[in-house]
DNA sequence: GTGAAAGCGCTAACAT
DNA sequence: ATGTTAGCGCTTTCAC
């Protein structure tokens, strides 16, 4: 049987509030020994204040649900823990519910969430549609974080992949190479929309001229990536470089490159996209541009957390920008690196597990 | 402003004790036309129940807390998408929160949780000791999930490595070795220890004398396999196979025995442990055996909702056990997969995500 | 079959 | 500085 205030006030000889305040208000006028003693009282007993209770009477839970498409994603457990690590600061808790793309169980999981003692919502990778009754009826603020689909919109974060896509131009253009193909991921997907304008910009920045040959539409997979490679390296003069819009698609490039008796990076440079667990596994490494997961998810919450505490706001959506990771791809030299070439989702979490008094 | 019992009442009505009984007690006798009138109204507003205040009254909350070491773990994930998928069915909701190795975090995590409305707890990964007084005086029930050091323990599924290294020796066998060498893991390790005496275990059986030049320590990281192999590479007559003890060694392994001029199959062949996501993207692809995560996951949430339905028990130890998939490294014929040998996560998950077609 | 009323544990007026 | 009291939204006796 849990410990009640009521069980404190008996033991330590004052009434249910005074309790109340001693523990929980620290700016109310507590006589300093009476606080003390309840403090005390409380700890002795192993107090543990029923959330439950305090929510009822406050519309107040210090929790959060979060809506992803899939906990399995690979960009969505990172984005989850750069939510909890911000959410933590202020004592918030997550609750985690998948979607699997299908708006039946989305829409569940939202009703699931409303009733539930949950302050905001953010979706994580959640194909949902910007309106939704319930949600709006609820009145809790809601954030989107990395948005696949769709147009943009308020109150969401995105990773800036037009930017992303400049890096990885730049830095083949820095190496000397000037015919620079792209393997694009499937249409109307937005981040390969964006990419693709990127790639375009920089070369237009850098004074190279567009070739529509060197254009290649994949499909985000090893396979796709593959095929493009061959038909790339088929082309005359052949490209030196390519640009492989994710790092599944870069490495199917890679191993096609390889088996046409070619060698990267001597022959053929080749850079990726999403900083891929695996880029730093296989051989050899490639060199890439990041997705900013981590930070996408701090700052999602931030947005949610503000949002919860001054009330619903129409926010613009905010660009994250990812960072260049110099590997082996491209045969420059790794310390090269900018310094800003450093992975922030591990400083942060440094910080954060050094366990600094701030906190 | 959310809808109540009380406006649902007024609007229909009647009294906030019989809209509350059509609502949810479908076995109480409410007059059949009440019942249904109640129910239309209530969809009509739009009524969502304030999980607060029942859980309040009724002192269960149909939410669980999770407490994982890192949620980035690479095994953490399945785990938690497999107790998920079965909480679903129960209409259950997880709280998640990070431990990250440090005690004092997890007895804040524990507090967190035991205050706010849950109705049990599973430990993933988590290095938790078994005794918590505070977790013990709540009277929830727990569970652990792939624990990864001490003894056997009550209340906890964890993985048969015994059984999986036994898989990989057989495997290797059937294939004509016997000259097998183990890349063992870290020592002090659950897994490392089983997964030895597997190893051993089978070789007996196989009538295979047990050589101790053939065993080398590594450190469950690539590099540490790789300096194992190249060991392993000098002895005379050479191991014809290596079983590395988990996934990333296997990889250090193999670009070992690559980088001596050795082929993989041909000349050696490899099996790591783990079924890594990488495993079946790097070349050559590497025949594993597979962490039966998702299901750990499925019989954690399973044996706690058990418990939060009965009481407290005192359960046993239960192993779960993975799988052979046969892939590159070993120069087996895939088709050699026993129909068992299927990925269970990705059946359970295609069956539930059967609504789409893409997928 | 339905309603009135009590109470879960907590906080916040409103007294004193 | 402390105590008394009301009430958050819900379930559940206990009446009728």
Redesign the interface.
């Known amino acids: 049987?849990?410990v009640t205030l009521e069980a404190i006030a008996k033991a330590a000889g004052f009434s249910v509030s005074t309790v109340s305040r001693a523990l929980t208000n620290p700016d109310y006028p507590v006589n300093p020994a009476t606080r003390q003693r309840i403090q005390e009282v409380a700890r002795a007993m192993?107090y543990?204040?029923?959330?439950?209770?305090r929510?009822?009477r406050t519309d107040q839970?210090n929790?959060i649900g979060i809506i992803a498409d899939?906990?399995?994603s690979p960009f969505?457990?990172?984005i989850?823990?750069g939510i909890?690590d911000y959410l933590k600061q202020y004592?918030y808790?997550?609750?985690?519910?998948?979607s699997?793309?299908?708006p039946?169980i989305e829409q569940d999981a939202i009703?699931?969430?409303?009733?539930?003692?949950v302050d905001g919502i953010i979706f994580v990778e959640s194909s949902h549609l910007a309106r939704n009754?319930?949600l709006q009826?609820?009145?809790k603020p809601y954030i989107f974080a990395h948005r696949l689909f769709g147009s943009t919109i308020q109150n969401s974060v995105v990773p800036d992949d037009h930017y992303g896509a400049t890096l990885a131009v730049r830095h083949l253009v820095s190496l000397g190479h000037r015919r620079i193909a792209i393997i694009n991921g499937r249409e109307g997907w937005h981040s390969a929309e964006r990419r693709y304008e990127g790639y375009q910009a920089e070369l237009k920045a850098q004074g190279i001229e567009f070739d529509p040959a060197l254009v290649q539409w994949g499909d985000w997979e090893?396979e796709g990536g593959y095929n493009a490679a061959r038909a790339l390296l088929d082309i005359s003069p052949r490209p030196t470089a390519i640009f492989a819009a994710n790092d599944?698609m870069a490495?199917g490039t890679v191993?096609a490159i390889q088996d046409a008796g070619l060698r990267v990076p001597q022959d053929i440079a080749v850079v990726g996209y999403d900083n891929r667990?695996?880029t730093r596994?296989?051989?050899p490494k490639i060199t890439t541009v990041s997705m900013p997961v981590y930070e996408m998810g701090r700052t999602a919450a931030e947005l949610l957390l503000k949002q919860i505490a001054e009330g619903r706001q129409a926010l613009d959506e905010i660009k994250i920008k990812g960072q260049l990771f110099i590997r082996e791809t491209c045969g420059a030299d790794p310390s090269q690196q900018t310094p800003e070439g450093v992975d922030m989702a591990t400083v942060t979490r440094r910080v954060l597990?050094r366990?600094d008094p701030d906190r």
């Open positions: 049987m849990p192993g543990k204040p029923n959330l439950a209770a929510s009822l839970t929790t899939d906990i399995l969505v457990p990172p989850i823990r909890q004592d808790l997550s609750l985690i519910v998948n699997d793309w299908d039946d009703n699931a969430l409303i009733s539930r003692p009754e319930s009826q609820s009145g090893y599944l490495l191993c667990e695996f596994i296989v051989r597990l366990k």
